[in-house]
């Protein structure tokens, strides 16, 4: 479950969350640099500790400074390259037996150390989201999974290729890749694809675009790809997107639970590896994709493995026996 950080504060609300319930995980936006390295680290590992290892650092550098917050950094790549300090400080807090100092471009501290180590080993996970350079350096460096939002597929594609030629650059495997998109599913095509215009109607109606510095370069790209067409691929949809001028993970998959089933699979081949799926009536969504698409998704990815698996062994086996 992702908690956003543009309500309430993620934190308390994973805590309140958790304290209700006994598996759901949490993965919470966290904005690098509002709160001090250290003192950010030792509250994730006290809630780490409390859920017993149920949470997730999502790291949100932003497209733009927050100065209603206290963000002064304008510059978009030196937001990213003291997001990297951060974690870097975060990471060590989470993992050092020993008192560190740290001495950077942007964080100076003294004898840091954290009396409560997380939960989770070596320590709570960090997911980074973002498409510039900056992005993909402190994800490859700092994250065990990259998220970004639905696309079509050969752009997606793309990415997952930079990202592994990131990877390759620092030498180290490269995260894995979460995709967030919203499920629009209907007993039929034609009542699903009523359903999702419905509700573009809705949010275009409501929708109010509030004073913001530019747009984000996923904002841009999402209104760009808006420009070549309304549907790309098999489902994907960017109705939804348009109508809140690609503002966030907006892009949707429209159609019965078989057509998205489908989709998503087609991401999951070319290297989504997590799907983080909402829509627009939360508890409805939520019980329509329990019921028709996760165990599909899953089963289906199983045999892929499998599949996958033993094609493999039948190669090692081929080039042994040629050797």
């Not at 870097?88 to 409560?116: C, H, L, M």
């Not at 050969?154 to 592994?164: E, F, G, H, Y």
Request: glycine share 8%; aromatic share 10%; proline share 5%.
């Amino acid at each position: 479950m992702l908690i956003a950080n543009g309500g309430g504060d993620p934190i308390i609300l994973a805590a309140y969350a958790a304290a209700q319930t006994e598996k759901l995980g949490f993965m919470l936006a966290h904005r690098p640099a509002l709160v001090a390295p250290v003192w950010a680290a030792r509250t994730y590992a006290t809630l780490d500790q409390t859920t017993k290892g149920r949470i997730r650092l999502h790291a949100v550098t932003g497209y733009a400074a927050e100065p209603e917050y206290g963000e002064t950094e304008i510059d978009k790549a030196s937001r990213y390259e003291r997001a990297g300090e951060y974690l870097d400080i975060v990471r060590r807090t989470w993992t050092s037996d020993e008192p560190f100092d740290y001495d950077g471009k942007y964080f100076q501290v003294k004898n840091a150390k954290s009396p409560i180590r997380p939960y989770q080993a070596p320590h709570v996970p960090i997911s980074v989201g973002g498409s510039s350079d900056g992005a993909y350096r402190i994800a490859v460096k700092y994250a065990d999974l990259y998220a970004l939002w639905a696309e079509p597929l050969a752009d997606v594609a793309t990415r997952i290729a930079t990202l592994k030629s990131f990877a390759d650059i620092e030498g180290v495997p490269a995260p894995r890749v979460s995709m967030s998109v919203r499920l629009i599913i209907g007993a039929t095509e034609e009542l699903a694809w009523q359903k999702a215009r419905g509700i573009a109607a809705t949010l275009e109606k409501n929708y109010k675009v509030a004073p913001r510095i530019g747009r984000s370069g996923g904002a841009e790209r999402l209104l760009a790809v808006a420009e070549k067409g309304e549907r790309h691929d098999t489902a994907l949809w960017f109705g939804t997107a348009t109508a809140v001028e690609g503002s966030h993970d907006s892009t949707s998959l429209v159609g019965t639970p078989d057509t998205i089933i489908a989709a998503l699979l087609a991401y999951y081949d070319i290297g989504v590896t997590t799907f983080l799926s909402r829509g627009y009536d939360p508890l409805y969504d939520a019980v329509d994709y329990g019921r028709y698409i996760i165990s599909a998704v899953r089963e289906e990815v199983r045999k892929r493995d499998q599949q996958r698996a033993a094609q493999g062994q039948k190669e090692i086996r081929r080039v042994a026996a040629a050797a």
